[in-house]
């Protein structure tokens, strides 16, 4: 694993920049247990590897939102979920909004039902989406990637609520740099752990669990793969970064 790092880092990099129309509500519920129906307020990797996984295939099968439709060898209709974007060498970053956007919250009326059918309650639960004009989204590629560059003009669910329009695609050529930097996107927990030891305090930080990768077994899901990152408003983060627009995107694996 480490001799892999290091080809990497000697090596240039593809970066592509995806710039996106957001419609509807995006909401993607953290994998952790929470009190709410709360959001992560940016796209997970995991989300977007699974979106252009879904558009990649898209010519084998029919898209309906997260699920698309196999005709397996018998002849039969199979739904299967999107896992990962199936291509050596790349790896997709995460999605950050645009300037104008906002929380949107709202209530929910949902049932509980106990032991007895006769023991059916309601409740009211918070519910929180995110709405905007537009998000950016970065995949990495070891070497050009003819389907990366193919697919503007694609409109795809993003999530159940939410759709999104690619119509800008630009490729840049990077390397991986190590060191201080601003961060672009949030950061592993691992890229500010020098300065909450040294005291600092990661001002206005917020910590998510954020699933990195799907195991799947067939088509079971058997387990995440899981990090914690940082979202700092304020401050630098230290480790392997790449460069883009004075600011650092971070590299975790």
């Not at 990768?213 to 392997?240: C, M, N, P, S, T």
Request: proline share 5%; charged share 25%.
């Amino acid at each position: 694993m480490v001799e892999r790092q290091e080809s990497v880092m000697d090596n240039a990099l593809n970066l592509y920049n995806f710039q996106a129309d957001l419609i509807g509500t995006f909401r993607v519920q953290p994998i952790t247990i929470t009190q709410h129906f709360a959001s992560y307020p940016f796209v997970p990797p995991t989300t977007i590897s699974g979106m252009l996984e879904s558009l990649r295939k898209s010519l084998q099968c029919t898209l309906t939102k997260s699920t698309y439709l196999w005709m397996n060898k018998k002849g039969e209709n199979q739904i299967v979920k999107p896992t990962q974007l199936e291509l050596e060498g790349v790896y997709t970053h995460f999605g950050i909004f645009g300037k104008n956007f906002n929380i949107r919250k709202s209530t929910r009326r949902i049932m509980r039902i106990g032991e007895k059918k006769e023991e059916m309650t309601f409740g009211v639960l918070p519910f929180e989406g995110y709405v905007g004009d537009n998000i950016t989204f970065y995949v990495i590629s070891e070497k050009p990637c003819k389907f990366l560059e193919d697919i503007r003009g694609a409109m795809l669910f993003v999530c159940d609520h939410c759709l999104i329009y690619i119509n800008d695609i630009s490729r840049t050529i990077c390397r991986i740099e190590q060191g201080e930097y601003l961060p672009l996107t949030p950061v592993p927990i691992e890229h500010v752990e020098q300065r909450l030891k040294s005291g600092q305090s990661a001002v206005s930080a917020k910590i998510y669990v954020v699933p990195l990768k799907y195991l799947i077994d067939g088509d079971v899901l058997i387990g995440v793969k899981r990090k914690l990152f940082v979202q700092l408003e304020e401050g630098l983060a230290e480790g392997r970064y790449i460069k883009v627009n004075g600011k650092g995107l971070p590299i975790w694996w």
